[in-house]
């Protein structure tokens, strides 16, 4: 865990297989959406013209990178900053459950990569 989280407690039975699932589950679709990606275009590029072709041979690679400099900042930056300050709020001592950490990792990384992806609009 990052921003000084030493450790996390499981309350369910079954919440470490199920965090180990989620985090498969959007490994996977994080490394297959590339390919989806690349299929959808091969499908889509026959009809457009040729100006939205370049527009969207330019756009992929942009939108791409956008995103995945939102997560790396989200990660590297906000990360360590946002959770030792979420946890020591009001010097209350909070003890994280791995599903809930994981859900919030995960949900902070796709919402600010998203929103690096405002440039393109």
Do not use: H
């Amino acid at each position: 865990p990052i921003g000084g989280l030493e450790e996390l407690q499981a309350i369910e039975v079954t919440e470490p297989i199920g965090v180990v699932m989620r985090v498969s589950l959007l490994s996977g679709f994080a490394i297959a959406l590339p390919y989806i990606v690349l299929e959808l275009w091969l499908f889509a590029a026959p009809g457009l013209k040729r100006s939205a072709r370049i527009r969207g041979l330019i756009a992929i690679p942009v939108a791409t990178f956008l995103f995945i400099g939102g997560m790396a900042f989200a990660y590297f930056v906000m990360m360590p900053v946002a959770l030792p300050f979420l946890l020591n709020f009001m010097g209350i001592n909070t003890a994280v459950r791995p599903a809930s950490y994981v859900q919030f990792v995960t949900g902070l990384l796709f919402w600010i990569g998203l929103t690096f992806e405002f440039p393109l609009i």
